[in-house]
């Protein structure tokens, strides 16, 4: 399966976010110099979650960037359906788009299935929950 950038970008710069939560804002740069990310990318990344009610701004020579909302509030699938990943309905009606009407039932069916199973890993799946999996893994990796 291929994930969009817009939507990779957006769960990297979400889960640092989480990570900084109890730490404060953090500078825009310093989230693509750690992540590897394109700064020009982010910047139009962020206004989808800014906008969305999920990230705050602060402005100013320390300005950045920190969650609105606990980490243990947003979801994977929030993250992913600003981005706008084409494997997650923009709304909670799985239903058949013009495309598929051409297809056979079964089909229909399984891309129905596909896209119900995604759409729920994905919304049980916190910003806390990967936070914590990424902290793990670098406590095994520097152990």
Not at 43 to 52: D, N, S
Not at 63 to 87: C, F, H, K, N, W
């Amino acid at each position: 399966m291929k994930i969009p950038t817009k939507s990779r970008y957006g769960l990297q710069f979400m889960l640092m976010l989480a990570a900084h939560y109890r730490k404060g804002i953090i500078p825009l740069r310093e989230i693509a110099e750690q992540e590897n990310l394109s700064e020009k990318y982010l910047e139009q990344i962020v206004v989808l979650f800014t906008k969305a009610g999920l990230v705050k701004s602060v402005r100013g020579a320390r300005g950045g960037y920190r969650l609105a909302q606990p980490p243990e509030t947003i979801r994977a699938s929030d993250v992913l359906r600003l981005s706008g990943d084409p494997m997650l309905p923009q709304n909670e009606l799985l239903g058949v788009t013009p495309a598929m009407e051409e297809e056979s039932p079964a089909i229909v069916s399984l891309w129905t299935d596909i896209q119900a199973a995604v759409s729920s890993v994905v919304d049980s799946v916190s910003l806390a929950d990967l936070a914590q999996k990424q902290q793990e893994s670098h406590m095994i990796q520097g152990a």
